[in-house]
């Protein structure tokens, strides 16, 4: 199997993973307080993490970054520092959707039951999320896109079968939608320790990026996408 170092920082929260052999072997967390930098708090994070690979002798495999959506600022600094490892011992790249790392502690960790909906969400202003659809399997139902957020915007798969929201958006929307088969599932936020089965996934099937040239799904290409009398709201 693989050793994959794993960089999270869509959010205020910033996380750093290193998993091996389909197990995580170390994870730290650490929410942006303004005291510090995304920068400095990643960097430390980081240093971490290679400290303890190193005293092990752990070669790594590749490092895998979330690629949004999500913060430009905290997105940016997560891919420079994926790049510039990926640089100094030449290793490959993964991108895992924030998205769809957010899935996983709910397949993991909650009873959902079959033919049930995931609908993760990242916050933006007012009633605004960005957020996509998926079945159990993780198979896109959705794709990723920018909602606001009222009653009758998930109402045809809600009509149809249990659809579960959750995410650092998903709190202030489920007033909103108000339907029976709508369920909340609070504390779940997009950490590095959970982007490792997706992440190997993909370097088993060979889904890796150009360290070059790879640019993650920063909000803003969903604000120049979205219709002028949304962003006016």
């Known amino acids: 199997m693989a050793c994959?170092?794993?960089?999270?920082?869509?959010?205020?929260?910033c996380s750093v993973a290193v998993s091996e052999d389909s197990q995580v072997i170390f994870h730290e967390e650490r929410q942006?307080?303004?005291k510090g930098s995304s920068a400095e708090q990643l960097g430390t994070l980081v240093d971490e993490a290679l400290s303890f690979t190193d005293s092990h002798a752990i070669p790594f495999d590749a490092v895998?970054?979330?690629g949004g959506p999500g913060s430009y600022t905290g997105l940016r600094i997560g891919v420079s520092m994926a790049k510039g490892i990926c640089y100094g011992r030449d290793l490959k790249l993964i991108s895992v959707p924030t998205l769809e790392v957010l899935?996983?502690?709910v397949l993991l960790g909650e009873k959902v039951p079959e033919g049930a909906l995931l609908c993760p969400m990242l916050d933006a202003r007012r009633m605004e999320?960005?957020?996509?659809?998926?079945?159990r399997g993780l198979k896109t139902v959705r794709q990723t896109q920018a909602d606001v957020v009222d009653g009758d915007t998930y109402r045809q798969w809600l009509d149809e079968r249990p659809v579960y929201f959750f995410g650092p958006g998903a709190a202030k929307c489920i007033s909103v939608i108000d339907h029976p088969n709508a369920h909340l599932l609070?504390?779940?936020e997009?950490?590095?320790?959970?982007?490792?089965p997706l992440a190997e996934r993909r370097l088993l099937r060979g889904e890796t990026e150009d360290v070059a040239?790879?640019?993650?799904?920063?909000?803003?290409?969903?604000?120049?996408?979205?219709?002028?009398?949304?962003?006016?709201?």
């Open 103 to 105: 899935c996983v502690p």
């Open 64 to 66: 895998a970054v979330s």
């Open 186 to 188: 609070e504390g779940i």
């Open 32 to 34: 942006n307080d303004h």
């Open 129 to 135: 999320v960005y957020a996509a659809i998926f079945d």
């Open 190 to 196: 997009p950490l590095a320790r959970w982007m490792q």
């Open 4 to 13: 994959i170092l794993h960089i999270e920082t869509s959010t205020q929260v």
């Open 213 to 233: 040239y790879y640019e993650p799904f920063y909000l803003k290409d969903f604000v120049a996408k979205m219709p002028r009398d949304l962003l006016n709201r």
